[in-house]
């Protein structure tokens, strides 16, 4: 299922860069909650949202979905 690959790929990207959740979402102003919900892919997340995460990991959009 896409959101478990792109949660699985979120928190592979996080945890190399040794944030916790806490840490990244209060980084890129999304709730903590939330942001673990779509790590564990029980969220549909948006489109706005998902470009935060990638701007907040400093990578694109391409990246960020290469191998989901």
């Known amino acids: 299922m896409i959101k478990s690959k792109f949660g699985a790929k979120l928190k592979s990207l996080r945890q190399q860069r040794g944030i916790s959740q806490e840490q990244f979402a209060l980084s890129i102003d999304m709730d903590r909650t939330y942001y673990a919900s779509v790590e564990n892919g029980k969220h549909n997340i948006s489109l706005i949202n998902i470009e ?16 989901v």
């Open 52 to 67: 935060k995460i990638a701007s907040g990991l400093n990578i694109s959009l391409k990246e960020l979905f290469d191998g």
